[in-house]
């Protein structure tokens, strides 16, 4: 049996798990960086990179002792080094390739956005490709054939805001707090989800592309009319209630939307879905809702395997056994490229 | 306090040296540009072979906190800290201003760009730290050398207490054109392998807990939360 040590730091979270060959997750520590970020609105890339530094040691020594191994056992180190914020993915490849010089085992990287879709056969126990794969967060919102798990190609994604910065940022506008995502979502279970007619993008297009800056601006013309110079979030009450809940609804809807007709453009029968934004509840009984119409299977992993985390990393399984390694002068990607 | 050494420093150019018995026995420079990143590890893995040892016959790991590139530095205190927790030996950390002076005889002021007009400053005589690492506009730490007599104190200080106060670091290349023709300027620019060394060796290790939380000389926060200070205290009633 080989023991994996996995890192994440491709945005504010940072993250170390150790699993087996056989996919068995041993530890997965998290240390979220969200109360650093909170009073910005969203996440600050110089605030992220120095956090990564001052958290990545004791990360990867309670995930170590959490496994019940020693750094002696690991056979393989795996890393996202690609996509995400420049600086923060930096310190995980530098401590990953560290780590593979000072143990004297190879090196795999993990493309962080293709690792989102693996959590869903992590948590299934099984296959799961060919499949769509959509991956929805903070940074990414995107569609994706998967023929295997080391095959991902781009049908679509965003032209401007991904999904959950789009959270972010109307949670800003109606006053909600940061992270956006959970605390539009439990605004919204007040309010009616009919109560403004926001626009949803391409939504009768056959593109597969999202856009949800639009959106956002509906929000903010509706909350405070075109004149929002001295505008000031909404008090507590229904408006701000039917606000968020007609937002979210726009937002899933037009995530639901595209979800059936790739199913439909492209014949797949599995719908594997992954990041921040699929712990929302809503999304996932509209996800549900298109995959009974198109015939498909959904799956979307327990929470803890849909934020950001190292144990989905394991991906890094199917590389190590065909052999992929990655070169020790492994550079950090910022942007998507495709595996 | 001998053993076989690994000596990294980032702060500017990245540079990385092996050191045994005593003695620096291997240095190398990384080409410069944001590829040395990438080339660090390799760089030490190659120049450790070639000095015949392996990274487990490491005994110590000493590295460079700066002031400097805020990406240089953590890449280099990532494969500091990383290598030392894994392959479980000491790790030092050298003040970067420490080690230019370090080459210096003499009264020096080491400087470096903190940007939006300020630099990182600290004063040295013969390598002992004179005064704290500190930012200060740069207008106001070049009036010390205004030619006398309007000359404020600190230059002329200087040169009663043991002679002329030259000026070393990063920041005689960034502020070549800014400083007064008079002023003495040391050819040490960033600090040399063997100066990291040499300094690194009258330090004492860190321990478990300081490897592990051990961050670069920031000296400030993040640009985002400085404006958010000033625009608090700005706000507060005076």
Same mark, same amino acid.
């Given at each position: 049996?080989?023991?994996?040590?996995a890192?994440?730091?491709?945005?504010?979270?940072?993250?170390?798990?150790?699993?087996?060959?056989?996919?068995?997750?041993k530890?997965s520590?998290?240390?979220?960086?969200?109360?650093?970020?909170?009073?910005?609105?969203?996440?600050v890339?110089?605030?992220?990179s120095?956090?990564?530094?001052?958290?990545?040691?004791?990360?990867?020594?309670?995930?170590?002792?959490?496994?019940?191994?020693t750094?002696?056992?690991?056979?393989?180190?795996?890393?996202?080094?690609?996509?995400g914020?420049?600086?923060?993915?930096?310190?995980?490849?530098?401590?990953?390739?560290?780590?593979?010089?000072?143990?004297?085992?190879?090196?795999?990287a993990?493309?962080?956005?293709?690792?989102?879709?693996?959590?869903c056969?992590?948590?299934?126990?099984?296959?799961?490709?060919?499949?769509?794969? =959509?991956? !929805?967060? #903070? %940074?990414?919102? +995107?569609?994706? @054939?998967?023929?295997?798990? &080391?095959?991902?190609?781009?049908?679509?994604?965003?032209?401007?805001?991904?999904?959950?910065?789009?959270?972010?940022?109307?949670?800003?506008?109606?006053g909600?707090?940061?992270?956006?995502?959970?605390?539009?979502?439990?605004?919204?279970?007040?309010?009616?989800?009919?109560?403004?007619?926001?626009?949803?993008?391409?939504?009768?297009?056959?593109?597969?592309?999202?856009?949800?800056?639009?959106?956002k601006?509906?929000?903010?013309?509706?909350?405070?009319g075109?004149?929002?110079?001295?505008?000031t979030?909404?008090?507590?009450?229904?408006?701000?209630?039917d606000l968020a809940?007609?937002?979210?609804?726009?937002?899933?809807?037009?995530?639901?939307?595209?979800?059936?007709?790739?199913?439909?453009?492209?014949?797949l029968?599995? =719908?594997? !879905?992954? #990041? %921040?934004?699929? +712990?929302?509840k @809503?999304l996932?009984?509209? &996800?549900?809702?298109?995959?009974?119409?198109?015939?498909?299977?959904?799956?979307?992993?327990?929470?803890?395997?849909?934020?950001?985390?190292?144990?989905?990393?394991?991906?890094a399984?199917?590389?190590?056994?065909?052999?992929?390694?990655?070169?020790?002068?492994?550079?950090?990607?910022?942007?998507?490229?495709?595996? | 306090?001998?053993?076989?050494?690994?000596?990294?420093?980032?702060?500017?150019?990245?540079r990385?040296?092996?050191?045994?018995?005593?003695?620096?026995?291997a240095?190398?420079d990384?080409?410069?540009?944001?590829?040395?990143?990438?080339?660090?590890?390799?760089?030490?893995?190659?120049l450790?072979?070639?000095?015949?040892?392996?990274?487990?016959?490491?005994?110590?790991?000493?590295?460079?906190?700066?002031?400097?590139?805020?990406?240089?530095?953590?890449?280099?205190?990532?494969?500091?800290?990383?290598l030392?927790?894994?392959?479980?030996?000491s790790?030092?950390?050298?003040?970067?201003?420490?080690?230019?002076?370090?080459?210096?005889?003499?009264?020096v002021?080491?400087?470096?760009?903190?940007?939006?007009?300020?630099?990182?400053v600290?004063r040295?005589?013969?390598g002992t730290?004179?005064?704290?690492?500190?930012?200060?506009?740069?207008?106001?730490?070049?009036?010390?050398?205004?030619?006398?007599?309007?000359?404020?104190r600190s230059?002329s200080?200087?040169s009663?207490?043991?002679g002329e106060?030259?000026v070393?670091?990063?920041?005689?290349?960034?502020f070549?054109?800014?400083?007064?023709?008079?002023?003495?300027?040391?050819?040490?620019?960033?600090?040399?392998?063997?100066?990291?060394?040499?300094?690194?060796?009258?330090?004492?290790?860190?321990?478990?807990?300081?490897?592990?939380?051990?961050?670069?000389?920031?000296?400030?926060?993040?640009?985002?939360?400085e404006?958010?200070?000033?625009?608090?205290?700005?706000?507060?009633?005076?």
């Open positions: 049996m080989t023991y994996f040590l890192l994440e730091t491709s945005c504010d979270e940072t993250a170390a798990a150790v699993f087996t060959d056989g996919l068995t997750v530890s520590v998290v240390a979220s960086q969200t109360d650093l970020h909170a009073r910005f609105g969203g996440v890339p110089e605030i992220a120095r956090a990564h530094l001052r958290n990545l040691l004791p990360v990867i020594d309670e995930a170590v002792r959490k496994a019940g191994i750094l002696a056992d690991v056979g393989c180190v795996a890393v996202h080094n690609t996509p914020l420049v600086g923060a993915l930096l310190v995980g490849v530098t401590a990953a390739k560290a780590l593979a010089v000072a143990l004297g085992v190879p090196l795999v993990v493309n962080h956005v293709a690792g989102h879709i693996y959590a056969r992590m948590a299934a126990g099984r296959d799961i490709f060919p499949c769509l794969g =959509l991956v !929805v967060s #903070g %940074g990414h919102t +995107a569609l994706f @054939r998967c023929d295997t798990a &080391l095959s991902l190609n781009l049908l679509g994604g965003t032209r401007d805001d991904a999904a959950g910065e789009a959270f972010d940022k109307v949670a800003a506008i109606l909600l707090g940061f992270p956006g995502g959970p605390a539009v979502e439990r605004e919204a279970a007040a309010g009616d989800p009919k109560a403004f007619a926001f626009p949803r993008a391409f939504a009768s297009d056959p593109r597969l592309e999202f856009s949800f800056s639009g959106l601006t509906a929000v903010l013309y509706a909350c405070h075109q004149d929002v110079r001295q505008a979030p909404p008090p507590p009450g229904k408006k701000r209630a809940a007609s937002f979210q609804e726009a937002v899933v809807d037009a995530l639901a939307v595209k979800c059936r007709q790739a199913l439909e453009q492209t014949g029968t599995r =719908l594997a !879905v992954g #990041g %921040g934004v699929s +712990a929302n @809503r996932r009984a509209k &996800l549900q809702a298109a995959c009974d119409r198109a015939g498909a299977e959904l799956f979307i992993p327990p929470m803890n395997l849909c934020t950001d985390n190292a144990a989905m990393a394991a991906l399984v199917e590389k190590w056994r065909v052999g992929q390694f990655a070169p020790p002068d492994l550079d950090a990607e910022p942007n998507f490229i495709g595996s | 306090m001998s053993g076989a050494w690994l000596i990294l420093e980032t702060s500017g150019r990245s990385v040296g092996v050191a045994v018995g005593g003695a620096v026995i240095a190398e990384l080409p410069a540009g944001r590829q040395q990143n990438r080339h660090l590890l390799p760089t030490v893995e190659r450790i072979r070639e000095c015949g040892l392996t990274p487990r016959s490491l005994t110590h790991i000493a590295v460079g906190v700066g002031p400097g590139s805020y990406t240089g530095l953590r890449v280099g205190l990532t494969a500091a800290k990383t030392a927790y894994a392959l479980g030996c790790l030092v950390a050298v003040p970067t201003f420490a080690a230019v002076a370090a080459d210096v005889p003499g009264t002021d080491v400087i470096g760009d903190a940007l939006q007009g300020t630099i990182y600290q040295f005589t013969d730290a004179m005064s704290e690492l500190r930012i200060e506009r740069f207008d106001e730490w070049v009036a010390q050398f205004t030619p006398p007599p309007l000359r404020g230059a200080e200087a009663r207490e043991g106060l030259s070393a670091g990063p920041g005689v290349v960034t070549a054109d800014k400083l007064p023709v008079h002023v003495t300027r040391s050819p040490v620019v960033e600090p040399s392998v063997e100066a990291v060394f040499r300094v690194a060796r009258t330090l004492p290790p860190l321990t478990v807990e300081e490897m592990m939380r051990l961050e670069p000389l920031y000296l400030r926060g993040s640009s985002a939360e404006k958010a200070k000033a625009a608090t205290s700005s706000s507060l009633p005076s």
